[in-house]
């Protein structure tokens, strides 16, 4: 059994703010790692509503807390708020991290660099720079996979969806922004299958992976065998598109590693030390509540 951390007047607070907050994972992954690191901090969650955004965030600096994770419905709306944000959080519209300090306060969202972390942590797969990419969804998680892709350097992009319209808008937009090749398609748009057969990595952000009664998005038979298959849905750990992927000898990852990283990253930034990336996977494993960060 853990002993209570003791807090202090020494104690860093960080936390994460969402509405609702109840369900967030992310104070047993922070307050674990900070725990195994020996640090003097505590994560807390918070419940702010849309219209005491403004005074929350004025009331975290004048009591000169650390950073705060920023939930649903808060990323967009958060960004007026700040001095400055990062190339990331600037491209895709949402912040996700707060980090206060002296000169104000900066916004980043570390979804983007946390699924390139999740990816290159596993030895069979690498970040696909130059290569063809086919993202299936085009909500909040899509436009931080496309951003982060684009900016890695990924030869092109099909962003396919169910509604057409906004898979076309995401793909334009990202393509002036970014000058990478994208294209945005409907699910029963015949150039799905080329582009899926010609990619070396998919990855799905529909949250409609999660149902096993739901039909597949894609039809497994247009996946290579050396095609990566990477799922950001984390509930269950193994859905059905992974499933019927790994069947057709694909490579296959799940959505944990993508919830640690972009925590692991919100962690270093507010305290310089790069956490035990385990211990938080652990913590998140011992919780089967389904959550956003």
Request: charged residues 15%; glycine residues 8%; proline residues 5%.
């Amino acid at each position: 059994m853990h002993m209570q951390h003791l807090l202090t007047g020494h104690t860093r607070i960080v936390g994460v703010i969402g509405d609702p907050v109840e369900h967030s994972r992310s104070p047993q992954m922070h307050n674990a790692a900070f725990a195994k690191a020996g640090l003097d901090y505590v994560y807390v969650p918070f419940h702010v509503r849309p219209n005491d955004l403004a005074a929350a965030i004025a009331g975290f600096k004048a009591i000169n807390v650390v950073g705060i994770n920023v939930t649903l419905p808060h990323k967009q709306a958060v960004i007026s708020h700040l001095t400055s944000i990062s190339r990331e959080a600037e491209l895709i519209g949402a912040v996700n991290t707060l980090t206060f300090t002296d000169e104000g306060i900066h916004g980043d969202n570390t979804d983007a660099p946390g699924v390139l972390r999740a990816l290159a942590e596993n030895e069979n797969m690498s970040v696909p720079v130059g290569e063809n990419v086919v993202v299936l969804g085009a909500g909040g998680a899509a436009r931080a996979v496309v951003v982060a892709l684009a900016l890695a350097g990924v030869a092109s992009m099909t962003i396919a969806n169910r509604t057409v319209e906004r898979a076309v808008a995401l793909a334009e937009e990202m393509r002036q922004k970014t000058g990478i090749s994208m294209q945005g398609l409907g699910l029963a748009d015949a150039q799905l299958p080329v582009a899926v057969r010609e990619s070396m990595l998919l990855i799905n952000t529909a949250t409609v992976s999660m149902d096993a009664t739901h039909p597949l998005l894609i039809s497994a038979d247009w996946l290579q065998p050396n095609t990566i298959v990477y799922d950001i849905v984390y509930t269950p750990p193994v859905t059905p598109l992974m499933r019927a992927a790994a069947a057709r000898g694909c490579e296959t990852l799940g959505g944990i590693g993508m919830l640690v990283h972009q925590g692991a990253i919100a962690f270093e930034k507010w305290t310089g030390i790069a956490p035990c990336t385990e211990t938080m996977r652990e913590a998140l494993s011992l919780s089967t509540h389904r959550k956003e960060t």
